[in-house]
C-alpha cells in the first residue's frame, strides 16, 4: 500500500520517481512557511517580519532536533524494510511512533516555558511579536513531532506519496487560515501562529491514517502501540547523532542570527525573508538527498553496497545541477523575489543583499549533503555529527565573529556562504575510506 522496494530494477529513474513526491511535499510545505511570511510582511509590517523570524529561528532547531531523532527509527525502518525483515520493521516503527509523541510533549512544554528567554538572550528587536508567534507554535509542537516520525516511517519503506498528500492538506489550510485570521479578522502574529498550529494538526491527522491503513508494512494496532526496549536503544544510537548534529546546526543560525539583530530591525526582517527564499531554495537539494538516504539504506539493508554507491553520485549529478540552475536563478531575480515580502526600503535592500551572497553556498550544500545521505543509510550518524560540527561551529559561527568584526555584515553573509564547504573533502573522505560497508 505505497511502499516501494527501491533495491531493483535501474537506479537513476527510480531515485526520481522517489524523491518526485517528496519535493512536491517539501515546496508545499516551504510555501506554508513563505505564506506566513508574506502575510505578516504586507498586512503587519517590518515588526512582524523580524517577530517570525527570530521566533522561526528556535522553532527550527526544536524542528530539526525531532527530525534528527525519528532519522534513528527511519534509517532502522528502512533497512530491516530492505532486509525483508517484517517483524522487526513493525517493532521499530511502534517504537518511533511513541517516541516521537513522548519527544513532542517535552519539546512542547520547552518552548512555552522559556521561550520569552530564548528571545531576550537571542536580542530579538520585536520582542512581543516574536513571543506571541514561538509559545503559540510551541503550544502546538506536539503535532510536528508526531507527523515528523510517522513521515519517516513512511518514506523509509518508500512511500513518498503520502507525505505528499498530508503536506498538500497542510499546506491548503495554512493558506485560508493565514488569510482568515490575519488578512481578515486582524489577528495579527497570534492569527499567523494559530493557522500554523491548526494545520500541523492536519497533517499529523492525515500521516496517521496512511500510517494505519498499511497494516502490511507497519502493522500499527492498539495491541501493538507499546515501546521495545532493545529496539528504542537501536534508534536512540542511531538518532542521537543525527539531533545533536541538528542542534549544532540550528545553534550556528542562532549565533548568526544573534549578530545580525545587532543591525536593528530592518536588517533582521530582511534577513528573515533571505532565510525564506533560501530554504525554499535548498529544500530541492536536500530533499533528494533525503530520498538517497532512503534509497541508500534499503540497498545496505540488502547487501547491495555498489548500488548504494552509484545511487550517491547520480543524487549528487542531480543537486549540483539543481545548484547551479538555483545560484543562476536567484542572482538575476533577487529584487523581484524580495518584493513578494515586503515594500519597506530599507528591509528589501537588506534581504536582497543578504540573499545574493549567501545563495553561493547552495553549490556545496549539493556536495556535502548527498555524502551525508551515504553516512545516514549506512547508518553512521556520528560521522553526520562531526560533519556538522566542522561546518557548523568550526567555520560557520568562528568566521562570522571574525568576518563581522572585519568587514560588518558582509563578513557574516560570506562567511554563511563560504562555511558547508567545510564538509566537502569530509565527505569525499569517508566515500573513499569505505566505513559505510561495514554497517
Known sequence: MGQTDLTKGGIFRPLVKYAAPLVLSSVLQALYG????????????????????????????ATQILIGLCNGGGILIGQYFGARRREETHQATATLFIGSLAAGLIATALLVLLGRPMLIALGAPALEEAAVYLITCGAGFLFVAAYNGAAAALRAVGNSRAPLICVASTSAANVVLDLLFVAGMDMGVFGAA??????????FAAAMVFLWRDKESFGLRLKTLRVNGPMLKKELKLGFPCAVQMSMAALSW?????????????????????????????????TMSTAAAGMIAQ??????????????YSAMRITVALALAIILFVELTAPWLVSAFTSDP??????????????????????????????????????????????????????????NHLWGLDGIYIACMIAPFASVPFGLWYDRSNRWRQC
Request: some cysteine; overall charge neutral.
Open 34 to 61: 513563505l505564506v506566513d511570511t508574506i502575510v505578516a510582511g504586507q498586512f503587519i509590517g517590518a515588526e512582524a517580519l523580524s517577530g517570525l523570524t527570530n521566533a522561526n529561528t528556535i522553532t527550527n532547531m
Open 194 to 203: 494559530l493557522a500554523t498550529v491548526l494545520s500541523q494538526a492536519v497533517s
Open 254 to 286: 542562532l549565533s548568526v542570527t544573534f549578530l545580525i539583530n545587532g543591525y536593528g530591525v530592518a536588517v533582521s526582517a530582511g534577513n528573515g525573508v533571505s532565510n525564506k527564499i533560501k530554504e525554499f531554495c535548498q529544500l530541492f537539494i536536500s
Open 299 to 312: 540497498n545496505i539493508g540488502a547487501g547491495l553496497y555498489d548500488r548504494a554507491r552509484e545511487t550517491m
Open 346 to 403: 530599507e528591509t528589501t535592500a537588506a534581504a536582497v543583499r543578504n540573499l545574493r551572497i549567501e545563495i553561493i553556498g547552495q553549490l556545496f550544500y549539493a556536495v556535502f549533503l548527498v555524502y551525508h545521505s551515504l553516512m545516514l543509510g549506512a547508518g553512521n550518524t556520528w560521522y553526520v555529527f562531526f560533519s556538522s560540527l566542522i561546518n557548523c561551529i568550526l567555520v560557520r559561527v568562528t568566521l562570522s565573529l571574525l568576518f
